[in-house]
């Protein structure tokens, strides 16, 4: 398990991840130039991780120095090694001893000793080995982190397992399948006998791609966003990690350099938490167009599944990599309107994966299915490990964005309040019948350009200034409710909807969405109070997905009725 550069405990699964991307995707040539091209292509594009990347940069130095002219002799073979290590330490910030950037230097040096006297590759690679273990049990004494806790660094152990492997192909010539359904690893509740500071919390991974990309621009221009930046690759396609508070901002400044072709964020501060601190034996799951505030999220381990954005070309992660508010600031400038699409049933299978090794249940509150198709692919990822005993629910909301966000709170308060797995499950499918969403629609301008409204329809709401109000039937269904002629009318059509409701079922718990609309919120906030006797749960903004549609301006009231 790895403690450093934090205690997350991913570096086996992200270095696993990477050689199963090579092994899949490389392609083998009649030249070794082409070959080790191919094998570093691969390693980049599918490198996880602070050490897969490291080992993808390894690559992709032995492939710049590697000549495609000459044969590959024993010398050419070890002056290439030694040559590529310089590209690993530059692509790492600050590049720290003690890992595995040490082992690779080392086992190099060690190659590049015997390249007179060693008669064969084989010989050679199977000579150095033991090198390299050395190296790697010296990693204690020059890391502090590492004594204190009595290990090596895992991302040399990875390589050292690495060149192990490639030893035993060479003594036996053969190679073990290993079988893709692996068994399931059980995570220990106490890995570390410490507690980390986590300054940057979000492990944050982007591959980009563009023609001639300087690896050095990069790093400047988002170095000064956190901790343990690499930034690896070539003139056409660049992988970088960091850790940072501000994963929107990287990809904002990302986006100005060329295609976003991958991206993945992980909280690191909630997966220790999760493991040390976790609150409740039940996770509640939801996706990003649930609208909660962080610090709600925060409160009870709430674990959101962002959906995907498309904006031009590059794909961004809802409310993780873009946020409401540069959203809001972008959206009339691009002139290819955004879209967006459900997660892969990969990434949700190993959230899943990682919730069920740590809680005893899951409860998944997933936005209406006749708005969304995720909720189609969380329960195929859920599938098999409800099929092995785990206990997983996947709840329909019926609903969305603060709605939604309702109900996901209303989870978690009854878990808090000691309720257990199926009890919480039946109080939310009784709630989610007495949950209402209206939302006041400033313009159809984007409902138009999103395609909700044609054109024709738009310009008439237009001419004659309407302005619609949208709700959710009880099937999930977006629904027309009214329309009005000014936005004070629809303002006070909601406050009659909401007074109405209140007389006939009082309102236990409401809240105020809105899109890039702050002070139209907190006016309603006001005027909700005075008829309810109580302020809302929270205010906060809408998701940029639900905002394709309601568009800037846009204000929601959610309520569920007691």
Request: hydrophobic letters at 40%; aromatic letters at 6%; glycine letters at 6%.
């Amino acid at each position: 398990m790895n403690v450093f550069p934090i205690p997350d405990g991913d570096t086996g699964s992200n270095l696993v991840s990477t050689m199963n991307a090579i092994v899949e995707d490389m392609k083998i040539h009649k030249s070794i130039k082409d070959t080790i091209n191919s094998m570093a292509d691969a390693a980049l594009i599918g490198a996880r991780g602070n050490s897969g990347i490291i080992f993808a940069q390894f690559l992709n130095g032995i492939n710049e120095e590697i000549s495609d002219k000459e044969p590959l002799t024993m010398v050419t073979f070890a002056e290439t090694l030694k040559n590529a290590v310089p590209y690993a330490y530059k692509a790492i910030l600050n590049p720290i001893e003690g890992t595995m950037i040490t082992v690779i230097r080392e086992w190099t040096e060690a190659v590049y000793k015997l390249k007179d006297v060693t008669e064969s590759f084989e010989s050679i690679i199977i000579r150095t080995l033991e090198d390299a273990k050395i190296s790697l049990a010296n990693t204690p004494n020059i890391l502090e982190i590492l004594k204190k806790s009595s290990v090596v660094d895992s991302g040399a152990s990875g390589f050292v397992s690495f060149l192990q492997g490639v030893v035993y192909f060479l003594k036996d010539k053969n190679i073990t399948k290993i079988s893709r359904n692996e068994d399931e690893i059980v995570f220990e509740e106490e890995i570390f006998d410490f507690t980390p500071n986590i300054t940057y919390r979000y492990c944050t991974e982007a591959l980009i791609s563009n023609e001639n990309i300087s690896t050095n621009e990069i790093k400047n221009a988002i170095k000064h966003l956190g901790d343990s930046l690499i930034v690896a690759g070539n003139k056409s396609k660049v992988r970088i990690h960091i850790h940072t508070n501000k994963p929107d901002e990287l990809f904002y400044i990302l986006r100005g350099k060329g295609e976003i072709v991958q991206q993945k964020v992980d909280d690191m501060k909630k997966q220790y938490e999760v493991v040390h601190n976790r609150i409740n034996k039940t996770a509640i799951l939801t996706d990003s167009i649930a609208d909660l505030p962080q610090e709600l999220i925060e409160k009870y381990q709430i674990h959101v599944l962002p959906l995907n954005l498309i904006i031009e070309g590059s794909t961004y992660l809802d409310k993780l990599t873009i946020k409401p508010d540069k959203f809001y600031s972008l959206i009339d400038k691009l002139k290819e309107y955004p879209t967006s699409s459900q997660p892969t049933i990969k990434n949700v299978q190993n959230v899943f994966s990682f919730l069920t090794s740590h809680y005893e249940s899951v409860i998944a509150i997933i936005v209406s299915k006749e708005m969304s198709g995720t909720i189609n692919i969380v329960k195929k990822a859920a599938e098999k490990l409800i099929q092995g005993g785990k206990k997983i629910t996947v709840i329909n909301s019926k609903l969305n964005s603060g709605a939604e966000g309702l109900i996901v709170l209303e989870a978690a308060k009854e878990l808090e309040a000691g309720k257990n797995y199926e009890e919480v499950v039946a109080i939310i499918e009784n709630k989610i019948k007495k949950a209402r969403i209206y939302v006041s629609v400033n313009t159809f301008k984007y409902m138009v350009r999103g395609g909700r409204v044609s054109k024709m329809k738009g310009f008439i709401g237009r001419v004659l200034n309407l302005k619609p109000i949208i709700s959710i039937n009880v099937d999930g269904k977006g629904i027309a409710f009214g329309k009005t002629f000014n936005a004070k009318s629809n303002t006070k059509k909601i406050l009659a909807i909401v007074n109405k409701a209140n007389e006939n079922n009082k309102i236990a718990s409401y809240n105020i969405v809105h899109a890039s609309a702050p002070k139209k919120a907190n006016e309603l906030s006001l005027k909700l109070t005075a008829i309810l006797g109580k302020k809302p749960e929270y205010i906060t903004e809408i998701s940029p997905i639900v905002g394709l549609s309601a568009g800037i301006g846009a204000v929601a009231v959610s309520f569920i009725s007691s």
